[in-house]
Structures are given as C-alpha cells and as structure tokens.
C-alpha cells in the first residue's frame, strides 16, 4: 500500500465535512474520488496533504504513519499534491517554477551558496537537464521563459504537474485538474497522467468531470455528505442506485 | 554647501542599507514588516553604548550592531512565521514600539529619554570638515557596495529564486516540501543585520542617539522609498532612498521659495510633500521607478 486512510474524520462547528473515510491506494494506482459540490473532497485532500489536521483517524504512506507530519514533511516523503485553483509563483518562469520545485539543492541554503559554490552550480546543471525535460515533456516549451503569473488556466494545470514531477514522486495528488481546461488540454493532461502512471507514479485524482475521470482511473470512490457511498470499477460505480441518487438527485 | 551635500549622502546611503533590507523582507520574501525601525534602533545603541560606556573599539560596536539586530530578528521569527502576513505586521510594529520603550526606560544602560552623547565620530583623526566626511561616505559607499553584491548573489541563486517563490505562494512551497519557516527566519536575521549596521552608522554619524529617533515613522520612510524606487528589486532600494532624500530635503528649500511659512510649519509641509509623492506614485507608477517584482 502506498497510502492508506482510517477512519478519517474532520468537522467544522457541527458539520462533519469528512466523517470516517477509509480507503488505500495500491502502488502506481491510479484512484479517482467524485462527488458533488459540498461532499468533502477538498477537506479529505487537505487531511491527506497535511494543510489541514484530522479530528481523528489516521494517514499513513508506505507504512508509516504520518497523521501528524507538516505538509512539507509529506512531500519529502513521495506524496505530493496540485491545487484546485492553480497556486503558481506568479512573478517566476516556468522555468523558475519547476526548479523551485527540484529537492535537495543545497544552494538553496545560505552555507552551501557562498562556501560550496561549485557544488551549487553542478547540482544547478542537473536541475535544470531535469526541468528542461519536463518543459519538453509537458509541451511547455513556448512559454518556458514567460511568468507563470500569465499563464492560461490549462498552462498553469500542467505547471502544477510539472512541479510535482520535479520531487520525484512516488503519489501525486490532483485536486480537479481538468476544471476550467478547455477540452485538447484535458486530453493533453489525461495523456500524460497515463504515461506517468505507466512508469509507476501513483495518482489519487479528485474530479468533477465525471467523462474524463472515469476513462483515466481503475478505482473510483464516490463521496457524499462526508462519506464514501460506493467504491470499485468506474463503470459499476456509476450505475450504483445510491451513486446516481447523489448526484442526480433521485431523477431516475 | 559641500558639507551639506556630504550630510545628505551620509544620511541617504544609511536609508539606502535600510531600504535594502525591508527589499529582502518584503520585495523579496513578502515579510510585512512594519518594524524595520527596531533593528535600526538596536544597532545604533549598541554601538553608541559600546563606544561611550563600552569605551570599546569603533568596529567591535559595528559588529555587535549587527549581531544584536540579527539576533534580535530570530526570536521574531519564531513566534511570527506561524502568523499570517497581517498580524506579522502588527507584530512587527510591537516589536519596533517596544525597543524604543526599553531604550526609554532602562535609564542604567540608555541614559533614557536624554539619550547618548558623545559618540565618537568616524574618521575624527582626519579632522573635522570635509575630509572625515568624506572619508565616511566613502566608507558607506564601499558597505553599499558589498551589501548589493551580496543581495545580488543571494537573488540570483537557488535561495533567493525559493524565497520569491515564498512570496508568491507559501503554501505551494509546503506542498512541494520545501519549509518556509527556514528560509523566512534566514531572510529576517540578515536583513535585520543590515538595519544594525545602519544603524551603527547613524549612531557614529550624528553623534547621539535619542529614542525619540527611533519612531515608526523612520519604517515607514523606508517603505515610502522601496515602494518609489518599486519593491522586489535591489536598484528600487537604491533608488527609492535617494529619492526619499531628494523629498525630504529638497521641501526644506521651498521655504525660499513659498512665502508665508514658518520653519514649524515647515516640517509639516516636509512630510505632507513625501506623502504627496507617495500618493502620485501609486496613483501613476504602482510598480515603483525601477519596476517590481516581475523580473524581465
């Protein structure tokens, strides 16, 4: 198991907007979450990132238990997540953005950058060889040099992934990437979640966009006010009663 | 005339190393810090105190200048990085309010509200007049000088590329595992040592020092200058200091030329002209003479 989830729980007030969540993810899986608006995907993702802490329960990557580790302490450890709204350093390229994004540089602490100066150019070099084949990768090369600041919204989508790639992650975690992308991105973005899965990046994808999610992921968890109301196979989960009752409001 | 010119440059090149400083702190990192005055004011103590009282060498208080306002820096960092950007500036402000409370009331150390005295000057050897002013620009020219090599070498490195990267969006540096709180309370002590320094200088240059020299309003020129000169950039402190001078001394001539204004009034007049230009500014130029942020 990569990442596993107890009994997850969280409130705000009297609202329990994750209540009980359980669920893993298999090594390189490829897991999708629906549900509608208000059903708590965005407050599982943060208990899970570690941007929020839970009222109970427990998370837990490779085995070790991580409920209580900062966010930042997560993400050294091979699991590392997008943001809904894209959360891009502005006034940095994207060529800025992605080496920002590469670990371990040790000029990045004041004694390595003005007492190993040659170590910090070397490790340099190997950061940006590594970013400029993501730029490639991810078709960004046009805009490589521009400000992420002035990014379209599908652009920032695909710089969000291009950063998470620099930690060299072992889970990604997205958080509705294909709202607000025109449709040649989303299945831009769709292309290389699979390619990447395919050399055993596991994804945990939360998504609206029920076409695009359910033709990309193996597992799919359904939540509902809080809870998970049915989990497997994409195809079987959709034409569970309970699943179209959550979203489609009992119309039949 | 050239005494006077001297003077001007003396006290512009020490707002030149206090304006670089708040550019390390919030053109740079996004610190809000509204206390840059009390780093300012622990240096030029420490010197003062170490110079008179002290009776130590002139460089061990430039070195103790720094090394309080850095070390002053690091408890603040501490408590404030888990603050968000508004209380930080509140507490900032606190912090600057209440080193000028203590240097007011500690009377065994500070001498209180009647302040230090007799501090030596640099270069008093050369003889007062122009050649020890001169020699002191000079001397604050050459710490310009290194300060904005070093910040130019921080900003063009992986640190300072993690630092605009804090100040464009913390919580994507967390998510991609990289802890802002390290590189924020870095950013804090140097910038805040810089201000020492400053400070120190000041200390040596006029004299004496006073709390009532260490008001908010000595932070809030030195924002007025970086937002002038444009924040996030190394050539706006520069600039935006030199302008804050040109205002600040530049309204002392229109006595000759407007009539009816008294010197009391004058020194009203002086900051309403600052204020004046800080309005004109963000109203036609928000991004500073130099530009902000945006690096190309």
């Known amino acids: 198991m990569t990442l596993t989830l107890s009994s997850l729980t969280r409130s705000f007030g009297g609202f329990r907007a994750v209540d009980s969540v359980s669920f893993s993810v298999d090594e390189g899986g490829l897991v999708g979450v629906i549900g509608p608006n208000g059903a708590g995907k965005s407050t599982l993702f943060s208990l899970i990132s570690g941007f929020l802490a839970p009222d109970s329960g427990t998370v837990s990557l490779f085995g070790e238990d991580i409920t209580r580790l900062a966010a930042h302490e997560r993400a050294r450890r091979g699991m590392v997540r997008t943001f809904q709204v894209p959360r891009e350093y502005a006034h940095l390229t994207v060529r800025e953005n992605l080496l920002a994004a590469?670990?371990?540089?040790?000029?990045?602490?004041?004694?390595?950058?003005?007492?190993?100066?040659?170590?910090v150019r070397a490790e340099e070099q190997t950061a940006r060889a590594r970013v400029a084949d993501a730029i490639g990768f991810l078709r960004l090369s046009p805009v490589a040099e521009t400000p992420a600041g002035r990014l379209s919204g599908g652009q920032k989508k695909l710089l969000e992934l291009g950063r998470a790639l620099m930690t060299n992650p072992k889970l990604i975690l997205l958080d509705e990437p294909f709202a607000g992308v025109n449709p040649v991105l989303v299945a831009a973005l769709s292309d290389h979640i699979r390619t990447l899965n395919g050399r055993g990046i596991g994804f945990l994808i939360i998504e609206h966009d029920l076409p695009a999610l359910t033709r990309l992921v193996s597992t799919l968890h359904v939540m509902d006010r809080g809870r998970i109301i049915a989990s497997g196979a994409p195809e079987a989960v959709l034409s569970a009663p309970e699943v179209r009752e959550a979203y489609l409001g009992g119309v039949s | 005339m050239e005494a006077y010119l001297a003077a001007i440059a003396a006290i512009a090149l020490i707002y030149v190393l206090?304006?670089?400083?708040?550019?390390?702190?919030?053109?740079?990192?996004?610190?809000?810090?509204?206390?840059?005055?009390?780093?300012?004011?622990?240096?030029?103590?420490?010197?003062?105190?170490?110079?008179?009282?002290?009776?130590?060498?002139?460089?061990?208080?430039?070195?103790?200048?720094?090394?309080?306002?850095?070390?002053?820096?690091?408890?603040?960092?501490?408590?404030?990085?888990?603050?968000?950007?508004?209380?930080?500036?509140?507490?900032?402000?606190?912090?600057?309010?209440?080193?000028?409370?203590?240097?007011?009331?500690?009377?065994?150390?500070?001498?209180?509200?009647?302040?230090?005295?007799?501090?030596?000057?640099?270069?008093?050897?050369?003889?007062?007049?122009?050649?020890?002013?001169?020699?002191?620009?000079?001397?604050?020219?050459?710490?310009?000088?290194?300060?904005?090599?070093?910040?130019?070498?921080?900003?063009?490195?992986?640190?300072?590329?993690?630092?605009?990267?804090?100040?464009?969006?913390?919580?994507?540096?967390?998510?991609?595992?990289?802890?802002?709180?390290?590189?924020?309370?870095?950013?804090?002590?140097?910038?805040?040592?810089?201000?020492?320094?400053?400070?120190?200088?000041?200390?040596?240059?006029?004299?004496?020092?006073?709390?009532?020299?260490?008001?908010?309003?000595?932070?809030?020129?030195?924002?007025?200058?970086?937002?002038?000169?444009?924040?996030?950039?190394?050539?706006?402190?520069?600039?935006?200091?030199?302008?804050?001078?040109?205002?600040?001394?530049?309204?002392?001539?229109?006595?000759?030329?407007?009539?009816?204004?008294?010197?009391?009034?004058?020194?009203?007049?002086?900051?309403?002209?600052?204020?004046?230009?800080?309005?004109?500014?963000?109203?036609?130029?928000?991004?500073?003479?130099?530009?902000?942020?945006t690096r190309r």
């Open chain 1, 102 to 119: 590469v670990p371990g540089q040790s000029g990045e602490t004041l004694r390595g950058l003005f007492l190993r100066p040659a170590a």
């Open chain 2, 18 to 293: 206090l304006a670089l400083g708040l550019t390390l702190h919030y053109g740079l990192t996004g610190l809000i810090n509204f206390g840059h005055v009390g780093f300012f004011c622990i240096g030029a103590y420490a010197a003062a105190i170490l110079s008179t009282k002290g009776g130590m060498p002139i460089a061990v208080g430039f070195v103790a200048a720094a090394v309080l306002a850095g070390l002053a820096a690091w408890p603040i960092g501490l408590v404030s990085l888990r603050l968000r950007d508004d209380y930080f500036a509140i507490v900032t402000l606190g912090f600057s309010e209440t080193v000028r409370l203590v240097v007011t009331s500690e009377r065994w150390l500070t001498n209180g509200v009647q302040g230090i005295p007799g501090i030596p000057r640099l270069f008093e050897g050369l003889g007062v007049g122009m050649p020890s002013a001169l020699a002191i620009v000079g001397v604050l020219l050459a710490v310009n000088a290194a300060a904005i090599w070093l910040f130019f070498r921080l900003v063009k490195s992986p640190f300072g590329r993690m630092i605009e990267a804090i100040r464009d969006n913390e919580e994507a540096v967390r998510a991609l595992g990289k802890d802002p709180a390290r590189f924020k309370i870095r950013v804090l002590v140097l910038g805040a040592a810089l201000a020492g320094i400053a400070g120190a200088f000041y200390a040596h240059y006029i004299g004496y020092v006073v709390p009532d020299q260490f008001i908010p309003l000595v932070t809030f020129y030195v924002w007025m200058a970086i937002i002038m000169g444009g924040v996030g950039r190394i050539s706006g402190a520069v600039v935006g200091a030199a302008l804050l001078m040109l205002f600040l001394e530049g309204s002392r001539f229109l006595r000759d030329v407007v009539p009816f204004i008294s010197a009391v009034d004058m020194a009203s007049v002086r900051i309403g002209a600052v204020g004046l230009a800080l309005v004109l500014f963000t109203m036609f130029r928000p991004q500073g003479l130099m530009g902000d942020y």
